[in-house]
């Protein structure tokens, strides 16, 4: 009988973790499968050959078993099934369309007939499995797909459509996978924050056998701005102040997302203070966030003569101390 080398099938190490089988498997499966090779009466063979051994090296159990063949695998004919093999339990299932090789080790009840319900990017192929002597398939939806959007926080703010261009993956005639560009509207909501998800149905991955189509999630990425920053759903600007305007009160011109607006600037107030414009933030879990203006007193570095003398005669009358509180 020969022997079946299932690392060797899935181009993986014995080391290999569940996680680098599972993307080797799917990787192969992408390439070999039968209904993206019509007329290569080899096709199923190899796709039969990667799902038995699939079938073992993601089953903690069965991997185990496979591993205590010994030095043998390394002949890579000829394998004599190892001394108490009577004694290995079966696995339920149906793997009458699994190799003898695979028989002797585990059983004719060995198999799980397919792939256990696995679905995986590029044409969905889960939910498939070679029973009765034939390829079968069952309805099975399609893979969701996350792609990332970039926006301007102007976008974010104030929402509207925009047109995407993403990378989708597809299969060559040929047989090979590579990616063509697909252009969608996307509705942006007003206010979407940073790291939200946008969700477009139908534009994932197909499902199989009829199944219904996956869905495309956007996951919102905010740009960085030049002059707002965030604060969760918070928008913040600094906005200068000269000392008279701080001390006085003034009323002033404070941008927005949408615009400029008059901002009242109470007497007294101090540098770094924040004024809240409330409405005018992104959407959170409580409601709309607000603007936040944060005052930055500004001090001139240039001054005439005239101007010194003033400021000399201010620092002589006032009374205020700016240390007595600290």
Known sequence: MEYKDYYKLLGVSRSASQDEISKAFKKLAR???PDLNPGDCTAEGKFKDINEAYEVLRDPEKRKMYDTLGPNWQHGQNFQPPPGRENFRNFGGGGADFSDFFQTIFGASGGM?????QSFGGGGFGGQSFGGGGYQRR???GQDVEASLELTLEEAYLGGSKSVTLQEEAISPDGHPYLKPKTLSVNIPAGVRDGAKIRLAGQGYPGAGGGPTGDLYLKVMIRPHSRFKLEDVNVVVDLPVAPWE????ATLRVPTLDGEIDLTIPAGIGSGRKLRIRGKGLNGKAGRGDQLVRVM???PKDITDKERAQWEKLAKNSTFDPRAHH
């Not at 007939?113 to 319900?117: H, I, L, N, P």
């Not at 701080?246 to 009160?249: I, K, Q, S, W, Y």
């Open 297 to 299: 007193i500004q001090v």
């Open 31 to 33: 390439t070999c499968h």
């Open 139 to 141: 309805p099975q939806r």
């Open 246 to 249: 701080a001390v006085l009160g």
């Open 113 to 117: 007939g397919g792939f256990g319900g």
